[in-house]
Every structure is written in C-alpha cells, then in structure tokens.
C-alpha cells in the first residue's frame, strides 16, 4: 500500500473506501453531509451546521466561521467553526482559514482506546494559527513534536474518511 501523508488507513477496500478499524464510513449525502459509521450497527450522523469544515477537509481547504455582522466584537476564525457567534448569538460567516500555524502544546498517544482510529504512537498536538481565536486539536503525521514548531496542514483528499482525520500536519 502507498504511503500519503494524514490518515493512515490499516487497510483499503478494493472499492475505495477506507476502512480504518474495520469500520468504513461512506458518504450518504452532501447537504447536510452525513455519514455512514458502522458500528455493530448502523448509525447515520449528521454534521448539520459544521457540515462546510468535513466538505472542507475533502477539498485540501480548512474553513472556519467568523462573525461578519456589524458591530461584532472582532473579525476572529473560530477552528473548529462555530455556526453562531459564542458572543452575540449572530450567525457566522465560512472563511478559507490560513493552513500553516505552531505547536502550541502536543502529548503522544501510545495505548490508546479500542475505537481510536489513527496509527500509534500519535503525536496529538494543538495548533496556533495566526488569526484563528482558539487552538485546534490534531495530529502530526511526520516529524517529532517540540512546542513552537512551524507546521503546515496536510488533507487526505485522495480518499477522504469525512472526519478529522482527513487533517494532520507536518513540519512545514
């Protein structure tokens, strides 16, 4: 199987789908995007509101929401977006957020949980993007962790999953 960069599937179908703990999540619909996440069971999910940030991912674009009315507070991005403003309860506005940013803080996942779908040891790290008001969680798929490190994002674009896993980052 080819090495790319983000996710990393253990294995793929031969339909193209990937399958990452033995569970495959399929595209139902586009709007509102909702997947289909076999669990045992199927449960249909709908990312409702947030449904621009997964479209996003799939597309190599990372969207967050900022608050564009008049009078809002300040022209901040909000990762991961929010659909009304935390501050005045306005609607937000998508905007193509910047792809490159730094380690705020990171920790590395050795044992992690039975559902935990990425590859270990991974390197979870919270990223710092200049005009973006909060720290988005994510992972780095190449390189060691250190606190400042410069860091661009990486988009599983080839075979999307529809879920975060679709961003990681590497050093940039």
């Known amino acids: 199987m080819n090495q790319r960069p983000g996710v990393r599937p253990l294995r793929e179908t031969c339909n ?3 399958t990452l703990d033995g569970s495959v999540a399929d595209l139902d619909s586009a709007d509102p995007m909702v997947i289909q996440n076999p669990k045992g069971f199927v449960h249909h999910h709908t990312y409702g509101g947030l449904s621009k940030f997964f479209q996003g991912l799939a597309q190599g674009k990372l969207m967050g929401t900022r608050n564009a009315n008049p ?3 300040e022209k901040r991005i909000w990762l991961p977006p929010r659909v009304y403003c935390p501050d005045t309860w306005q609607k937000m506005e998508w905007v193509e ?3 490159v940013g730094r380690i705020f803080t990171h920790t590395t996942v050795l044992y992690p949980g039975a559902p935990f779908r990425a590859s270990v040891p991974c390197p979870l790290i919270s990223v710092e993007i200049e005009g973006v008001c909060t ?3 994510s992972y780095l798929s190449q390189g060691t962790p250190k606190i400042g490190l410069p860091v661009r994002a990486v988009f599983n674009t080839t075979h999307p999953t529809h879920t ?3 961003l990681s980052w590497v050093p940039a």
């Open 97 to 99: 957020a910047p792809t």
């Open 16 to 18: 193209g789908q990937v």
């Open 164 to 166: 975060i896993l679709d």
């Open 71 to 73: 009078g809002a507070p």
């Open 135 to 137: 720290k988005l969680m």
